[in-house]
């Protein structure tokens, strides 16, 4: 029994997040990152082990407050958000190789990536849950947009999208004054006495409006899981927090996991399903956990299996 989200119990927990994602925001960028420099595997590793732990932790303590149901969902919905939000990690990539961006700059864009993420995905799961509890019809909304996406990203090719031709890029490029070169790790410098934008502000631009064309997929498909907003915003952030590690610690074998594009567009078909026939068939939120983590591991092991063919 979850009871009100502004009990007792859920204050508590609202709290503790508020805690850990503020310290550690503040600790990475003003400790650990003060400094521009490129992000080795083993800082990436450790930083990843950290923010997996602590949401581990965290968990903990929704299942010690909470109960044991809304500590599964939470699991559920971090697993799948954290599998699908891989998928922005190939998108990073083809961004910092599209605007060549220098990999020691590469941590800073990320760092604001996930902090107006954190803001955006704030506001789109809060309006999702008021939308959801008025009109019980928008979850066979997200049930339609997730199958409609997993079915788009089967079908995906790498070349599809140009990351310098999108329509924030181009408002941004109307919007601001340009540069043509970048001035290290800054957005605008000034100069004859004008502020400019250089190239990093169009990589930042990119990486949000990415962001929130992922979020319109992966929201829903945790409100498949569960319909408490708290559950739904506390795992989704805690997922994406550890996303800029986690991109430092693949991005020299993500080319390698190349059946995972069609395990995440599996795992959204399957959710998007899953509200569809919950009417008529209710699928427990621990085997739903066990499907798309056997999904998920069945894409790795054949990535691994099967080696890409480059000459295709």
């Known amino acids: 029994m979850t009871g009100s ?17 503020v310290f ?7 400790v650990f990152n003060r400094r521009a420099h490129a992000i080795s595997i083993r800082e990436a590793a450790v930083w990843s082990a950290i923010w997996v732990g602590i949401s581990l932790l965290f968990n903990a303590g929704v299942w010690w407050l909470l109960g044991d149901a809304p500590a599964l969902e939470f699991l559920t919905g971090y697993v799948v958000e954290k599998s699908l939000s891989v998928d922005n990690l ?28 954190i803001i955006l995905r704030t506001i789109m799961i809060f309006a999702g849950a008021v939308l959801v509890a008025r009109f019980h019809w928008v979850l066979y909304v997200f049930g339609v947009i997730l199958v409609i996406s997993g079915i788009k990203l089967l079908f995906r090719r790498d070349g599809d999208a140009n990351p310098g031709d999108n329509v924030a890029v181009r ?25 400019l934008a250089t190239p990093m502000l169009l990589v930042l631009v990119t990486v949000e409006f990415t962001d929130v064309l992922f979020a319109v997929d992966s929201i829903p498909a945790v409100f498949g899981i569960t319909q408490d907003a708290f559950i739904i915003l ?4 805690f997922a994406i ?18 059946f995972l594009q069609t395990g995440l567009a599996a795992v959204l078909t399957f959710i998007g399903v899953k509200m569809l026939i919950a ?34």
Request: hydrophobic letters at 55%; proline letters at 3%; a positive charge.
């Open 5 to 21: 989200m502004f009990d007792t119990a859920h204050l508590e927990l609202w709290a503790a997040f508020a805690g850990i994602v």
């Open 24 to 30: 550690l925001l503040v600790l990475d960028l003003a």
């Open 90 to 117: 190939f998108v990073f990539l083809v961004v910092f190789r599209f605007f060549g961006v220098d990999p020691k700059y590469q941590h800073r864009v990320l760092y604001w990536g996930v902090l107006g993420a």
């Open 171 to 195: 408002l941004c490029r109307k919007l601001f004054p340009m540069t043509e070169e970048f001035h290290g790790q800054r957005f605008f410098i000034r100069e004859e006495g004008r502020w």
């Open 234 to 237: 506390t795992s989704n952030i």
């Open 241 to 258: 927090m550890g996303l800029r590690a986690l991109y430092f610690l693949l991005a020299g074998i993500m080319d390698r996991f190349h």
């Open 279 to 312: 009417r008529w068939l209710h699928i427990p939120t621990a085997m739903s956990l066990g499907i798309v983590a056997l999904i998920l591991a069945l894409s790795i092991l054949l990535s691994l299996a099967i080696p890409k063919n480059h000459d295709s």
